[in-house]
């Protein structure tokens, strides 16, 4: 796929270069559906090849962000945890992140192709607590699920999480063992 040429550059227009996000404080807002999202993640057609496609496109990794309503560790996640500049900055210039609802009725096209729910996806990927972020990456030529990060990790390991998937280190080892080599002297 010409990542150049994408239903959301059609859409967007060159005009939505001049209303990029910039370095300071995103906005956090409270959506109509209930759950809490940030003014950066991608305004995505549901459509997670060509999501993903524009994240690589872009130099940046790709993420599944998935909420549900009244979840109050989603509320945390974006009411204390993106407060944080060091962490809603490091999060927001390296990876495009989609927001799905595990119990919402969206259609979302998967790698596969198939068109489904938002919360037959969830159980097709066995998403069951919330917020989870999914990471995707290239394997073998196919997009697959290269890291997980169920809950919420203390802030110093949630943002090492991202740093762990933006390295690639997951093709070499496991996040905790790649963890306590980055706090060894």
């Known amino acids: 796929m010409d990542a150049c040429l994408t239903r959301r550059s059609l859409a967007l227009g060159a005009g939505a270069l001049l209303l990029a996000p910039h370095a300071g404080h995103a906005a956090t807002r409270l959506g109509d559906d209930g759950l809490y999202v940030q003014d950066w993640y991608l305004e995505s057609f549901l459509d997670l090849p060509e999501d ?32 944080d500049p060091a962490i809603e900055s490091y999060v927001r210039d390296h990876f495009s992140v989609v927001h799905l609802d595990i119990f919402g009725a969206r259609e979302v096209t998967g790698f596969d192709g198939a068109a489904l729910s938002e919360k037959a996806l969830a159980g097709q990927y066995a998403v069951r607590a919330t917020p989870t972020f999914q990471f995707f990456g290239m394997r073998d030529g196919k997009v697959v699920e290269v890291a997980r990060l169920p809950g919420l990790l203390p802030k110093p390991e949630f943002l090492a999480m991202f740093r762990y998937v933006e390295a690639g280190a997951y093709d070499s080892t496991g996040f905790e063992a790649w963890l306590a080599a980055q706090k060894a002297p």
């Open 52 to 83: 993903f496609a524009t994240a690589k496109a872009s130099g940046k990794g790709f993420a599944l962000q998935w909420s549900q309503r009244g979840c109050p560790l989603c509320k945390r996640l974006h009411t204390e945890y993106f407060a």
